[in-house]
């Protein structure tokens, strides 16, 4: 799997301005059909990944920890949730809480993360392709081409 997601990081980054020239197009749809384009693309295609074999997003990005993600992690490790973020996490430029380290601390040598029932819901909402408003973050969406091969995959279909 590493050598697939290499390849479609590199073809992303050569593909860069092909792809935001799709988006712009993209944008201009908005909407349920928008949505509707996402949502059925990322069912198809992560009918064929398994995460468990890549781990990139864990491994490259961090997620955004929102109070609640703080608290239940916390309580969830024995913790107060101050200790756990002096632990873990800082405040990046927009001043968002996200992990100190990367690869993230919780992930596995297996590439699964030890603290999946209580995770941030940023990770499990990652990459974003099934929700709603796909609109409002096509700009994070263009970004994640070159994080995430099932997005990499999604954007590839859109071209046929
Ligand atoms: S969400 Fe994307 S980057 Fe993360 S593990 Fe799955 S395929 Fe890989
Ligand atoms: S908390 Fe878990 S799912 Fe989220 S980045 Fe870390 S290992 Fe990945």
Redesign the pocket.
Known sequence: MQKEIDSLIKKARLEKKQNKKLFIKLKKMKGAPLDHKFNRLHDEVFKK?D?LE????CKTTSPLFIQKDVDRIAKHLNMKPSTFENRYLKRDDEFDLVLKTSPCTFLANDNSCSIYETRPRACSE??HTNRKKMDKILPLTLKNIE????VSRIVDKMKM
């Open positions: 990944i995460c890549c781990a990139n997003c990652y990459p994080i995430c091969p099932a």
